[in-house]
């Protein structure tokens, strides 16, 4: 029998129900949105601020403004053609409304000044670029720092070489040449460290991680070594997880997929997406979960360790699907 040290945790908020009574349309009529005119066609182009269940919030890039658009099981969600390969279960398209994501939405505006979404369409590598610009700022800062150190080594060095010059021009001219190859190296090492940087905080950044959500259930999914099947325990925790949305109002749900190091970096990462994906799609047809409130479930490999790798123990803990059920702080907060 599998080690379940992580068991669900039910930790439904008692504001639950306080925001259950605020209701969607509170967060839909935030101060200062522009209304979209009833029963007229409409196009809005922007990124997305936030999600509260089945509203998004985007800032228009035509105006600045905050629109916000409603999306339900009749919105079509069409993933224009990329340079990179974005989600590798191409029926989960609708689960990609994340903030940083700019889409385009048309529709129809409704009697609460919203847009009544019939299409929305995205980019990935749109995506891609946008929201490493705006979630790598801490990665950066690392980098940045390492970036400064090489640089000053560089400086160090060009002073070193100076010295030399002094005591002979020849030796002066050697020390330059490599005082300017020592500070390009250095620009060169910072670029690949900031770039490398905003490569893996995309990868790892994660809806719960934005300050903006607030998690109030979750349940840790675990699955035998190489596999991706639920088994029965697992199903009853996520039947627990489908419960828990029960009367709550504007909740989502993020799913992330997790593998032990024990198989190669790629079969990790399939391995891992695989869970995820399981997970999602029992919730949706078990947990009747609608697409449009699960937020783009994703597989993380063998990255973010629960436990050591070193032990079977450990490596249990580590073949897991977190899932989260999220509320837009606006919403708990009455905002």
Avoid at 213 to 220: C, H, L, Q
Avoid at 253 to 277: D, H, M, V, W
Wanted: aromatic fraction near 4%; hydrophobic fraction near 40%; glycine fraction near 8%.
């Amino acid at each position: 029998m599998m080690l379940r040290t992580k068991k669900w945790k039910p930790s439904i908020l008692g504001c639950a129900l306080s925001v259950a009574l605020l209701g969607g349309l509170t967060y839909a009529a935030a101060s200062g949105t522009p209304q979209i005119k009833a029963d007229e066609k409409s196009k809005v182009t922007g990124t997305i601020v936030s999600r509260n269940g089945d509203f998004v919030k985007v800032k228009d890039k035509k105006t600045g403004q905050p629109v916000i658009i409603a999306i339900s099981d009749d919105t079509k969600i069409e993933r224009k053609k990329g340079k990179y390969e974005f989600f590798r279960h191409k029926d989960m398209d609708l689960t990609a409304m994340v903030p940083g994501l700019t889409i385009e939405a048309e529709g129809v505006g409704n009697a609460k000044g919203q847009l009544t979404a019939k299409k929305i369409s995205f980019v990935p590598d749109v995506f891609a670029v946008e929201v490493a610009e705006e979630q790598q700022i801490m990665a950066n800062k690392a980098a940045a720092g390492k970036a400064q150190t090489t640089a000053n080594q560089g400086v160090a060095a060009a002073g070193q070489a100076q010295s030399s010059a002094n005591q002979a021009q020849s030796s002066a001219n050697q020390a330059q040449s490599t005082a300017n190859a020592a500070g390009q190296t250095a620009q060169a090492a910072g670029d690949v460290a900031v770039a490398d940087a905003a490569a893996v905080q995309l990868v790892n950044q994660r809806v719960s991680d934005l300050d903006d959500y607030k998690v109030v259930a979750e349940a840790g999914i675990y699955f035998a070594t190489g596999k991706a099947d639920l088994d029965d325990a697992a199903k009853a925790d996520l039947d627990m997880v489908a419960a828990a949305t029960k009367g709550v109002d504007g909740y989502l749900i993020e799913i992330a997929g997790y593998a032990s190091k024990t198989g190669t970096k790629a079969e990790n990462q399939k391995l891992s997406e695989q869970r995820a994906a399981n997970v999602t799609q029992y919730l949706r047809e078990k947990g009747n979960i609608p697409m449009r409130r699960i937020m783009a479930p994703a597989g993380y490999g063998a990255t973010h360790p629960a436990a050591t790798n070193s032990d079977p123990q450990g490596r249990e803990l580590n073949r897991r699907v977190d899932v989260k059920v999220l509320l837009n702080k606006g919403m708990v907060e009455g905002m």
